[in-house]
């Protein structure tokens, strides 16, 4: 178990909704990252909070968005929905904005849009 | 603009043999880390091993080594007395000093037989 805690792990939607993940880090973890990843992409960077502020962005849709809470939980919103944003959504946490830490992932959430 | 390289799309193995998973990438960034990540077929992703690109030993973690050479940009993943819970895919990522975000390959599939 890595402490990083992914909801749902499975979701189910259909196209033209909105579902928002949702991700909470490991105990004292301040960064939380989005992954996106999907058959034909591989696993690609969504984007990165620290502390409540976005710190870094990657090849996120701008029908995605996220957010960090107060409490350091993040959420993912997706809208539009297409068949292609079927993936495996990944959220991971590390200790510090940047340098080698390692970033430990949450179990993901598989997303169908159907 | 870091790339990661995984030329193995599958491998095979049988139980109780060692095991060599290779990773190269390409980095222009002086200092970086490099990490490798098991996803089992039940899709979480699992960190297994780190590795600095100014460490002077390879990392050892249990049964899985690093075996890093910088010169040839290789950070190959030994896995040694391989099990059937070994079978899965493996991903390589790197994350230069100064970022947060990692880069991954395209990941090898595993497979041990008994």
């Known amino acids: 178990d890595s402490g990083v805690t992914q909801t749902p792990k499975h979701l189910i939607t259909a196209t033209g909704q909105r579902v928002t993940l949702r991700c909470s880090p490991r105990?004292?973890?301040?960064?939380v990252y989005w992954y996106q990843q999907s058959l034909d992409q591989g696993l690609q960077f969504l984007i990165q909070?620290?502390?409540?502020?976005?710190?870094a962005k990657g090849n996120i849709l701008e029908r995605f968005s996220a957010q960090q809470f107060p409490d350091l939980h993040s959420e993912l919103n997706l809208s539009s929905l297409e068949l292609g944003d079927s993936a495996l959504y990944f959220c991971?946490?590390?200790?510090?904005?940047?340098?080698?830490?390692?970033?430990?992932f949450g179990q993901g959430t598989r997303l169908t849009v159907v | 603009a870091q790339k990661i390289t995984q030329t193995q799309p599958g491998m095979f193995v049988q139980e109780k043999e060692a095991v060599t998973l290779d990773c190269t990438y390409d980095?222009?960034?002086?200092?970086?880390?490099l990490f490798w990540y098991k996803q089992p077929s039940s899709g979480e992703m699992i960190f297994l091993i780190y590795?600095?690109?100014?460490?002077?030993q390879n990392a050892t973690e249990g049964r899985y080594s690093l075996n890093f050479q910088k010169a040839r940009k290789s950070a190959n993943l030994v896995i040694s007395a391989s099990q059937l819970g070994d079978s899965a895919m493996y991903f390589c990522?790197?994350?230069?000093?100064?970022?947060?975000?990692?880069?991954f390959g395209k990941g090898t599939m595993l497979l041990v037989s008994p």
């Open positions: 991971a946490s590390s200790v510090e904005a940047r340098g080698n830490t390692e970033a430990f």
């Open positions: 105990s004292g973890d301040l960064s």
């Open positions: 909070y620290y502390n409540g502020e976005e710190r």
């Open positions: 980095t222009s960034d002086p200092s970086y880390g």
């Open positions: 590795q600095g690109s100014y460490d002077q």
């Open positions: 990522a790197m994350r230069p000093s100064g970022y947060s975000t990692l880069t």
